[in-house]
């Protein structure tokens, strides 16, 4: 059984198109997670959301929009792609930000890249 | 602004020995540190976390934290080829401005086993 699911795997599309990314865990904890990884390997956090609430929004570009129709999905939304928006971008979640030693649980990743 | 620092390498190491790697981070009050290893074309996985001064050993992995200098180190006991990934350290940070607590990563460590 996947505990962290994302969709699709890879994307390929041109500047200007609007495309979403889906994630799904079954682990059942609270938040979820969306992180961007460069072509330097540098994984930044975009967004999270505890319990279908927005708690963290890093200075991100409002043309990613995130939505989470339940705890058990978080969801990425891009409009009007550009080029350095390329990268690989990772679903995750965790039980919450309860102890110091709260561990994150990755989606595989998908692939983005802007032609 | 908050950050971690690594040697992006390779570390190359043979087969059976010791792999030393080494991260430092600049905010003072973080108060737990993460090892998550990365193959190529993989999602992170966690690895190990500490929050004590000290050593903390599991298997052949040994997280060692100095708080006064800012620095935690992963060591790798007998090494095998398939350790060959890239080792990202993140650190917890509170975000004042926000209210939350969130993980920032180093660009990460290649490591290289060869037998």
């Known amino acids: 059984d996947t505990a962290v699911s994302q969709t699709p795997k890879y994307l390929v599309t041109q500047m200007g198109n609007d495309k979403s990314i889906k994630c799904e865990q079954n682990?059942?904890?609270?938040?979820m997670y969306w992180y961007k990884q460069d072509s330097k390997k540098f994984l930044k956090i975009m967004f999270s959301?505890?319990?279908?609430?927005?708690?963290i929004n890093e200075t991100v570009p409002n043309r990613f929009s995130p939505k989470s129709p339940d705890k058990a999905h978080l969801n990425l939304h891009i409009n009007s792609l550009e080029l350095g928006d390329s990268a690989v971008y990772f679903c995750a979640s965790s039980q919450g930000d309860r102890g110091r030693s709260e561990k994150l649980f990755f989606g595989s990743g998908t692939q983005l890249s802007v032609l | 602004q908050k950050e971690v620092e690594q040697n992006s390498g390779p570390l190359s190491v043979p087969e059976g020995a010791i792999a030393s790697l080494n991260c430092t981070y600049s905010d003072r009050g973080s108060q737990s540190f993460f090892w998550y290893r990365q193959y190529s074309g993989k999602s992170p996985e966690l690895i190990m976390f500490?929050?004590?001064?000290g050593d903390k050993e599991d298997g052949r992995f040994t997280a060692q934290l100095n708080k006064a200098s800012q620095y935690v180190s992963l060591l790798i006991r007998d090494s095998q080829p398939s350790d060959s990934a890239t080792y990202l350290c993140?650190?917890?940070?509170?975000?004042?401005?926000?209210?939350?607590?969130?993980?920032?990563f180093g660009a990460g460590t290649r490591l290289a086993v060869h037998p």
């Open positions: 993140a650190v917890k940070v509170w975000m004042f401005s926000g209210g939350y607590n969130k993980l920032i």
């Open positions: 959301y505890n319990n279908k609430e927005l708690i």
């Open positions: 682990l059942g904890h609270d938040t």
């Open positions: 500490i929050y004590s001064n």
